[in-house]
């Protein structure tokens, strides 16, 4: 079956480094997005994508948060300068479209910890 | 904006037995959708099932139903025959315009051998 695939599953960064996370969608799907989870906490919206702009974004994806489609695979999620309060599991997932209803499929998570 | 309450933080089911997860919303819209998504230790999201708010018939997957109660803004998943590998982390989730999910807070699953 096929699945949204994410990198690395954990990374470790210090306080003010800049960090990529990669994710590949399912290959058909057209609406990708991120969501985070800090620990013991809800999950939260973060951004939904289509069409190589942003459809929506959060109060929390501020300046230091932007997305990216840079070729026709990957989707990636860049936090430029982190803080310790950017900790969490970081989701992508993705939609076969932006119709109000579509299942939405997501990665395994990227675990980052900020130190 | 539209709410998610899973008032049971923790919820423990002996093996084959079965156990039904709470969960209410809040909304002023009349066609929406409606989750469950399962997160393992390995903190994968999983979809369990879906549910679409036009439709009164409550949506089964093998041993997981829901019980959608649309006027009471209440949807409980009904987990039968639990089996180990059912002990996790369930969201509730609600799905507004956009497909932009709001989850709650999570109930974890223990079961019991």
């Known amino acids: 079956e096929p699945e949204v695939t994410q990198t690395p599953s954990h990374q470790v960064t210090q306080m003010g480094q800049e960090v990529i996370l990669r994710c590949v969608p399912i290959?058909?799907?057209?609406?990708f997005y991120w969501y985070r989870q800090i620990l013991g906490q809800k999950v939260e919206f973060l951004v939904s994508f289509y069409n190589n702009e942003i459809s929506e974004k959060s109060e929390i994806f501020d300046d230091q948060f932007s997305v990216e489609r840079p070729d026709g695979s990957n989707f990636t999620l860049k936090i430029r300068s982190t803080k310790l309060e950017d900790s969490a599991m970081y989701f992508c997932a993705s939609s076969v479209g932006r119709v109000t209803g579509n299942t939405i499929y997501f990665g395994e998570g990227s675990w980052l910890t900020v130190v | 904006a539209q709410t998610v309450t899973q008032s049971q933080p923790e919820m423990s089911v002996q093996e084959a037995e079965t156990v039904t997860l709470s969960c209410t919303y809040d909304t002023s819209e009349s066609d929406y959708y409606l989750f469950w998504y399962k997160q393992p230790p390995s903190r994968q999201m999983i979809l369990v099932i879906r549910?679409?708010?036009?439709?009164?018939q409550n949506a089964t997957e093998n041993r997981f139903s829901v019980n959608f109660q649309k006027a009471a803004k209440s949807f409980s998943l009904k987990i039968s025959d639990s089996q180990l590998g059912d002990a996790a982390m369930y969201f509730c989730?609600?799905?507004?315009?956009?497909?932009?999910?709001?989850f709650g807070a999570g109930t974890i699953l223990r079961v019991k051998s």
């Open positions: 290959s058909n799907h057209l609406y």
């Open positions: 989730a609600y799905m507004e315009y956009g497909n932009k999910l709001v």
């Open positions: 549910q679409e708010a036009y439709k009164q």
